[in-house]
């Protein structure tokens, strides 16, 4: 593929409601990493995965977020009973593998989530 | 320590300067530190990256210029371009690790002509 894709683009939930955020990492690429950006911060790691292993979930800031990539690939972030503080840009990012060489991350457009 | 500061929080720069922005940090065991430029409603694209065995790199108008004795690194834009304008965020990471980025809070540069 061209790139990264997210989707949504933009969502906007009520408080309270779940949702499912989607990433198409480009093909090929073995690690695959979920950040959170608030207005005008930079990105915060959320999780990590190495094919369909979650390897690092350290930064998921509640269980009420849950991340999933069941076959390698297209990867997940759901958000259940969302709150306001939920509320910012959610980015992924993928690299051809996670081995400590030189592993460039490619971030999609991310999607803008508000909790309303 | 996981902590990457970075300053200024914003930057207005005219066309032709020079546009230099710092980060800081602590943690000694960063090995990887990569400069990413962001547009309004893009996700975050690489500019230019450095690991701790150099004290330069330089790319065309970008250098990051490391002081691995004081735990800085910084960005300068030589001829600063109105299409130079952006958001700009520095980051760490342990590249034996998970590879994951800690950015710095970013600093938004203005070009004018």
């Known amino acids: 593929g061209a790139g990264v894709s997210q989707s949504p683009r933009y969502k906007v939930a009520k408080r309270g409601q779940d949702v499912a955020l989607r990433c198409d990492p480009i093909?090929?690429?073995?690690?695959l990493f979920w950040y959170q950006q608030a207005l005008g911060q930079g990105p915060e790691f959320l999780t990590y995965?190495?094919?369909?292993?979650?390897?690092?979930k350290s930064g998921l800031p509640s269980d009420r977020f849950f991340a999933e990539r069941p076959e390698g690939s297209v990867s997940t972030l759901k958000i259940q009973r969302t709150q306001q503080e939920d509320s910012a840009v959610y980015l992924c990012?993928?690299?051809?593998?996670?081995?400590?060489?030189?592993?460039?991350?490619?971030f999609g457009p991310g999607t803008r989530l508000t909790v309303l | 320590q996981q902590q990457v500061k970075q300053s200024p929080q914003s930057l207005i720069v005219q066309k032709g300067g020079i546009s230099i922005i710092n980060c800081a940090y602590e943690?000694?065991?960063?090995?990887?530190f990569p400069w990413y430029q962001q547009f309004p409603g893009k996700g975050p694209a690489l500019l230019i990256a450095?690991?701790?065995?150099?004290s330069e790199k330089k790319e065309g108008r970008f250098t990051i210029s490391f002081n691995k004795s004081a735990k800085q690194f910084s960005l300068h834009i030589m001829d600063s371009q109105p299409g130079d304008s952006a958001t700009y965020f520095c980051?760490?990471?342990?590249?034996?690790?998970?590879?994951?980025?800690?950015f710095g809070t970013g600093t938004r540069l203005q070009v004018f002509p």
């Open positions: 943690n000694t065991a960063f090995d990887y």
């Open positions: 450095i690991r701790p065995d150099v």
């Open positions: 093909s090929g690429h073995v690690s």
């Open positions: 980051a760490a990471s342990i590249q034996y690790n998970t590879d994951k980025l800690i």
């Open positions: 990012a993928s690299s051809l593998n996670s081995a400590g060489g030189k592993n460039e991350q490619f």
């Open positions: 995965f190495q094919n369909e292993a979650q390897l690092d």
